[in-house]
């Protein structure tokens, strides 16, 4: 069997010159650790998945070998990778034979989440896609995917403080967990913007106008092994400035409740590895990014995020 291992992910940039004000030596170096340990990979065998004889997936041993009781009228699995079948040749054969997939591994609880969503499966953002797959099915065939994430900022400079949310704990994917208080994959057919202002409201009753108002800040990268499959990532990072007396208040059942906290306490937050104030992997991504460049954004524009 063939035994592949994607490729790593770019590292998310960690500057050797920070300010110590806002992480400490030691909270650095075990954030390093936390961050870099949460995506290595098991030691599993990996195949691709191929659609039109594009790669646009990464499915595991056991994934794959589940696959070929479809038969050969949807998949082609063999050492090589999985493959949808060269009579599936144009959009909606493809996205009818997956969703066919996916509502029988949904039977099957081989799928714990389902998003009633549909991801564009594609070789790039915004490239024509292949197909459509639900979303609750995108990690079980290790496909690309893309969300927005927003820092909310209170305040300006080191004396910044950040919001987080509480993640739901009937949340099938890292249930009860601190995330960003705002994030969410962008669905087929979405762009960042939108993605944006929608999860903005839904996550924390923020309206459109001051969503509109989140500055890009680039995009960070993760890939790690979950329970349904292979998360491999691109967040697109953005710094939202609210106003002092804002109070985030969820709109859509996904968020328990919120937390300001210091620079400082964000550090120490994304540095634990467990307990009750775990924060997200992806989440912990974005916050640090905030937390090495983001004071640093703020100031060239006038001290605001």
Same mark, same amino acid.
């Not at 997956?98 to 609880?109: C, G, I, S, T």
């Not at 924390?204 to 990532?233: F, K, V, Y």
């Not at 710094?239 to 937390?259: C, I, K, T, Y």
């Not at 620079?263 to 104030?277: C, K, N, P, W, Y």
């Given at each position: 069997?063939?035994?592949?291992?994607?490729?790593?992910?770019?590292?998310?940039?960690?500057?050797?010159?920070?300010?110590?004000?806002?992480?400490?030596?030691?909270?650095?170096?075990?954030?390093?650790?936390?961050?870099?340990?949460?995506?290595?990979?098991?030691?599993?065998?990996?195949?691709?998945?191929?659609?039109?004889?594009?790669?646009?997936?990464?499915?595991?041993?056991?994934?794959?070998?589940?696959?070929?009781?479809?038969?050969?009228?949807?998949?082609?699995?063999?050492?090589?990778?999985?493959?949808?079948?060269?009579?599936?040749?144009?959009?909606?054969?493809?996205?009818?034979?997956?969703?066919?997939?996916?509502?029988?591994?949904?039977?099957?609880?081989?799928l714990p989440a389902w998003r009633d969503e549909l991801y564009a499966v594609a070789t790039a953002?915004?490239?024509?896609?292949?197909?459509?797959?639900?979303?609750?099915?995108?990690?079980?065939?290790?496909?690309?995917?893309?969300?927005?994430?927003?820092?909310?900022?209170?305040?300006?400079?080191?004396?910044?403080?950040?919001?987080?949310?509480?993640?739901?704990? &009937?949340?099938?994917?890292? $249930?009860?967990?601190?995330?960003?208080?705002?994030?969410?994959?962008?669905?087929?057919?979405?762009?960042?913007?939108?993605?944006?202002?929608?999860?903005?409201?839904?996550?924390?009753?923020?309206?459109?106008?001051?969503?509109?108002?989140?500055?890009?800040?680039? &995009?960070?990268?993760?890939?790690?092994?979950?329970?349904?499959?292979?998360?491999?990532?691109?967040?697109?990072?953005?710094?939202?400035?609210?106003?002092?007396?804002?109070? $985030?208040?969820?709109?859509?059942?996904?968020?328990?409740?919120?937390?300001?906290?210091?620079?400082?306490?964000?550090?120490?937050?994304?540095?634990?590895?467990?307990?009750?104030?775990e924060v997200t992997v992806d989440a912990s991504l974005v916050v640090l990014d905030y937390l &090495?460049?983001?004071?640093?954004?703020?100031?060239?524009?006038?001290?605001?995020?």
């Open positions: 069997m063939r035994r592949e291992r994607p490729g790593n992910p770019p590292r998310v940039a960690i500057a050797n010159h920070y300010n110590a004000a806002v992480i400490e030596a030691p909270i650095l170096t075990a954030i390093r650790r936390r961050l870099d340990r949460a995506q290595v990979l098991p030691s599993i065998g990996y195949r691709p998945f191929f659609i039109a004889g594009e790669r646009v997936g990464t499915i595991d041993d056991a994934r794959a070998a589940r696959l070929q009781r479809f038969g050969a009228g949807v998949f082609v699995v063999d050492a090589s990778g999985v493959a949808l079948v060269g009579r599936l040749r144009d959009f909606a054969s493809r996205t009818a034979a997956l969703a066919d997939v996916a509502l029988a591994l949904r039977a099957e609880d081989a953002f915004g490239a024509r896609p292949l197909c459509h797959l639900e979303r609750g099915a995108a990690r079980y065939f290790g496909v690309h995917t893309w969300a927005a994430h927003v820092n909310g900022v209170v305040g300006a400079g080191a004396e910044a403080k950040l919001w987080f949310a509480r993640r739901s704990p &009937t949340k099938a994917v890292d $249930p009860g967990l601190l995330d960003n208080l705002v994030g969410g994959g962008i669905a087929a057919g979405g762009s960042v913007e939108e993605t944006v202002v929608k999860e903005s409201f839904e996550e924390a009753g923020i309206e459109r106008a001051l969503a509109l108002t989140a500055r890009p800040a680039g &995009t960070l990268h993760i890939r790690r092994q979950m329970i349904d499959g292979l998360q491999l990532e691109t967040l697109f990072v953005h710094d939202l400035a609210l106003p002092p007396d804002f109070v $985030p208040r969820n709109q859509d059942g996904e968020v328990s409740g919120h937390r300001l906290v210091d620079l400082a306490e964000a550090a120490r937050l994304i540095a634990q590895e467990s307990g009750s104030d &090495t460049h983001g004071v640093a954004r703020a100031a060239r524009h006038g001290g605001r995020a």
